[in-house]
């Protein structure tokens, strides 16, 4: 090939390699997002299970909860006596799953965010379901483990029936990412 052809194909080839790398996340990020996916689910399994041991596992002693509001809970000891309820899940009642989920290139930070489903079981409450958006920051710990480090959500707004049947029919229980994992 003369100087002048490899030249013209210099800018084609540097496209073609710029638009792979641009549209292909990196494996690492990935997995990371595909094991965050798995770890929201199980922390939402957690509170369905009424089992605080289990929810304490997925949260880092450092960790903040409504970390978007004006007063947020700060701490492991605090998060678990301030959603002690929804644990019980005899007065309130949560659900939820991620939607979205990326991760940091090193694996070591994840943001998910997805559809939270509250539920008021006392006979007649007004409204008996609220639904809305939550978002987390999961930190890697020490141990290797995905922990919540910044947790968050909107105030939702009043739910119907037909909007409880769109929340747990959107529930995906594997990660979107899957197929791009080798």
Known sequence: MSRQAGLLLLPLWIACASAAFAATPPPAADKSACEVWQRELSFAQSVQRHDPAA??????????????????TSGLAAVRQ?????????????????QQVVASGDGTLAYSSGAYL??????????????GRFATVWRRAGDGAWRVAFDGG??????????VVAFHAG???HCPATASIN
Not at 118 to 131: C, D, L, Q, S, T
């Open 154 to 163: 909107d105030a939702g707004k009043p739910a119907n029936d037909a909007d």
């Open 118 to 131: 509250f539920e008021n079981p006392a006979p007649g409450a007004k409204p008996r379901y609220v639904i």
């Open 82 to 98: 301030h959603w002690a309820e929804f644990i019980a899940g005899k007065t309130q009642r949560v659900d939820w799953y991620p």
């Open 55 to 72: 929810f304490a596992e997925h949260v880092m002693a450092d960790a903040i909860f409504d970390a978007n509001t004006p007063q947020p």
């Open 171 to 173: 529930r995906q229980l």
